[in-house]
DNA sequence: AGACTTTCTTGATGCGGATCAAGTCATTTT
DNA sequence: AAAATGACTTGATCCGCATCAAGAAAGTCT
């Protein structure tokens, strides 16, 4: 009959080719066999708890990280005590890139909630991606993502108004909600105003005031760190800098 | 006696192993006989002139590129007709890398002044680095360098001041022209005024006020491209934000 | 539960840098 | 050489957002 092999919850979880996020992370794409061969070098550790450090700047790098569940913010310590806000990172966000350079964290991680990650030894990694060309591929293509998305943030930075940061801020978090198959529109953010005003260049004040206005405006509901987004649409057009939105609201 | 072989400037000046830049570029740390394997798959081709494009965003991907002689600016344009400066780029600087993510451009790369290229097809680069774990190892590193760039950027346009920003630029500058054998302290910025502002988030008015002011400061000299840094010390001291360098000038 | 702390919100004010508007200088055109 | 064009500078004004200040709400500790 069926195996006598027992399968335990932890068996079933701990394992790429069980994983929910696999069409997210690094496995995407690969074939089932060469799955289990990057599986091979994989360790799952303890989940960290919110505030805990996955790992801060000036660190020896030896692995990326991928986010199994919770969240994580990524930042680096500037001169002057303050901080710069990198990222914030969901189930199947590889961190630790930037780290490859010269074999040092150059910025901290953090766990924003309870959070599970997998270590994947970079060495390992290279190693097993020198024989696996499809793994090669992949990392090139995940590094490359990485590069395109900063430079996202560089054009929010250096041009977009704080409305339009905001909006972008929001309909990122609704977009990658809904590919890990959670709503696009109701859902709960896990940091504070403070991280997302240093995330976004604008201070605390400011984001907390644009999330009156959007609620007055009827664009969401937001109660703390719930947030309902109501009209998606015209995020988008907020985003887009293109005001019809706004011109419809004020011609009342 | 010598070989007969005719060595003309050409054949000098077109391999790798002959490259001042080698120490700067993608041989940077390979062996002798890896560059060579290497140098089987560049291409160079003629010169571009200013205003020239190497590629545009939509493109079709197929190379990276390395800057041998001039410099150039990338830049995404944006919907509403306007463009973000992404970079620009000098001799042994590596372009392309945000294009590998989904085989497209998502940028656009244009020539400031006459510019050689050498041009490495991506996919004889992916296979050569599948057999040279070396150059494998040399491609994470560049690509992991570049995100770690643009996380400067970010805290650069997310908290920095106006002051704090060109400071930052210039000694960017002064640095890589100094990396490249040429003087820290003078040289020819090949970009408008308008394109710095574009990059740093700041109107071209800004710039070049600040370029005044830098200049009634004695911290450099500046006519039209043509700059001197005076003091540098001092431009490092702004960009720390430790502004112990204003108050020595306001106690006159 | 009550005190304390932290986070968030809201209002008032101020400033850095954008925008608007001219004018100057350099370069190209004819 | 004069005219046109584009790049840069300089001044005046304005506005978006930071900063300052205070209170409200939520979370934490004892």
Known sequence: MTSRKVVTFENIKVACKNCSLATLCLPMGLTPDDVER??????RG???HRGDHLYRGGDKFHSLRVITSGSVKTYSPNE??????????LPGELIGLDAIQDDNHTCSAIALETTAVCEIPFS???SLSCIMPSLQHQMYRLLSREIGQETEMLTLL????????????????????KQRGFSASDFFLSMSRHEIGNYLGLAVETVSRLF???????LLHVERKHV???DIPRLYDIVQGTDSAKSSQSRI
């Open 158 to 177: 250096g041009k977009k108004s704080a409305e339009e940061r905001l909006a972008t801020f929001l309909l990122s978090f609704s977009e990658r909600f």
């Open 124 to 126: 390992q990694l290279e």
């Open 228 to 230: 309902q987004l109501l």
């Open 46 to 48: 303890r989940p960290y």
């Open 212 to 218: 009156t206005r959007f609620q007055d405006e009827n």
């Open 38 to 43: 990057l599986d091979g070098i994989i360790k």
């Open 80 to 89: 002057d005590g303050g901080e710069q806000v990198l990222g914030f990172h």
